[in-house]
């Protein structure tokens, strides 16, 4: 069945780098778009970055452009997420989602099919 399982979440001081992975297993990876979510307490999940099955186009959400990077290994069936120049308001459950084949946009939840069961990022001030 498909799994997907981040990890990486940590403590962090603002302005700190954190990298996020995502394995994932069950199905072809190398043949799905993939993306990063987060959710903050008391907040709609929201999107964060996402990458095409081949890897060459990324998509970023304004609040993290310039600052994240979003990546994939097929091989290792992957997707990462660094995360540079951390703000306290990037403190979130991170998620990492499979994008549903013909969605048509990367940026709403009712995109992805398969989601992880998250992971904890917390900035400190």
């Known amino acids: 069945q498909v799994q997907l399982v981040e990890s990486g979440g940590v403590l962090v001081q603002a302005g700190g780098s954190l990298r996020l992975s995502c394995a994932a297993s069950?199905?072809?990876?190398?043949?799905?778009?993939m993306g990063w979510f987060r959710q903050a307490p008391g907040k709609e999940r929201e999107f964060v970055a996402a990458?095409?099955?081949?890897?060459?186009?990324?998509y970023y959400a304004d609040s993290v452009k310039g600052r994240f990077t979003i990546s994939r290994d097929n091989a290792k069936e992957m997707v990462y997420l660094q995360m540079n120049s951390l703000k306290p308001e990037d403190t979130a459950v991170y998620y990492c989602a499979r994008d549903r084949p013909g969605a048509g946009t990367y940026y709403s939840v009712r995109s992805y099919d398969y989601w992880g069961q998250g992971t904890q990022v917390t900035v400190s001030s």
């Open positions: 990458i095409n099955w081949s890897p060459g186009s990324t």
């Open positions: 069950g199905f072809t990876f190398s043949r799905y778009d």
